[in-house]
C-alpha cells in the first residue's frame, strides 16, 4: 500500500473507532460530545504533522510550500480551538494524544495532505455534522461546518502545490486533481504571503473580495495577512 492510502485509511479507520467503538460511553455522553473530541484532537494531530511537512519542504529548498503548510498549521489550531470551547460549553475538559505519523518528501505530503483534507470534508465533518444537527447542537454545529468549509481551501492549496512540483511522479496519486488555478509555488521562489480567517480557518492566497471570508463571513478586518517564518 502506497503511503498516501495508507494514511487514508488510518484517517478513516481512526474516526469510525472512536465514533463507534464505544456504544456505552457514546450512549451517555452524546454523539456530538464525543465527536468533537474526536475532531479537537485530530486538528492538532494534523497541526503537528503540516509542522513537520513545513519543516521538511524547508530543508528541500520549497519556501512556497514550507510556508502553505505553516500556514495550514495555524489554521488547524484555530479549528482545535473552536472545538475545545464547544467541549466547554458542553462541560467537557478538551483532552489530545498526539499520534505518530510519517514524513516523506514533499511531494509525497502534499499529496497525503490532500488525501487527508478530503477525507475530512466529505467523511469525518459530513458525519460529525449529521450528529449535532440531529442532537440540536448548534454551537457544535457552527464548529464543525466551519472547519469543514475551512479543509476545501487547505485542499485547492495543496493541490495547487502539488501540481507545480518538477517531481510528477506523486501528482499520480491524486486521481481526480483540480485545475491548478490562483497562486503557483516553485522552486527557490520566496515565500507568498497568505491569508488566514482566525474565526474558521480558512487559508487564502489572495485576500478574500472585499476583505469578507467565503465561509464565515468574516469582515475585512478579520482576515489576517501571515508573513511566513523564513
Known amino acids: 500500500m502506497n503511503p498516501c492510502t495508507a494514511i487514508k485509511c488510518l484517517a478513516l479507520a481512526t474516526v469510525f473507532s472512536f465514533a463507534f467503538g464505544s456504544v456505552s460511553s457514546i450512549a451517555e455522553e452524546g454523539m456530538t460530545f464525543s465527536v468533537l473530541q474526536v475532531a479537537y484532537a485530530r486538528e492538532l494531530d494534523a497541526r503537528s504533522q503540516y509542522l513537520a511537512f513545513a519543516a521538511r519542504a524547508d530543508l528541500e529548498g520549497r519556501a512556497s510550500v514550507a510556508c502553505l503548510f505553516w500556514a495550514v498549521a495555524r489554521a488547524e489550531s484555530v479549528h482545535a480551538a473552536n472545538h475545545a470551547a464547544a467541549i466547554v460549553r458542553l462541560g467537557g475538559t478538551p483532552a489530545w494524544q498526539p499520534v505518530s505519523f510519517d514524513v516523506h518528501g514533499t511531494g509525497e505530503n502534499l499529496a497525503a495532505s490532500i488525501l ?56 499520480q496519486l491524486i486521481a481526480s486533481a483540480s485545475p491548478v488555478v490562483g497562486w503557483l509555488p516553485s522552486r527557490g521562489d ?4 497568505l491569508y488566514l480567517c482566525p474565526g474558521d480557518g480558512s487559508v487564502f492566497s489572495s485576500r478574500p473580495g472585499a476583505g469578507t471570508c467565503p465561509n464565515c463571513g468574516g469582515g475585512a478586518a478579520h482576515v489576517l495577512a501571515l508573513d511566513c517564518p523564513h
Open 116 to 171: 487527508l483534507e478530503v477525507a475530512e470534508r466529505h467523511q469525518v465533518y459530513r458525519r460529525f455534522a449529521g450528529y449535532a444537527r440531529a442532537e440540536c447542537m448548534y454551537d457544535a454545529l457552527a464548529s464543525i461546518n466551519y472547519a469543514r468549509g475551512a479543509e476545501r481551501t487547505h485542499e485547492a492549496l495543496f493541490r495547487n502545490a502539488l501540481g507545480t512540483l518538477d517531481h510528477p511522479e506523486p501528482r
Open 190 to 193: 520566496p515565500a507568498p504571503t
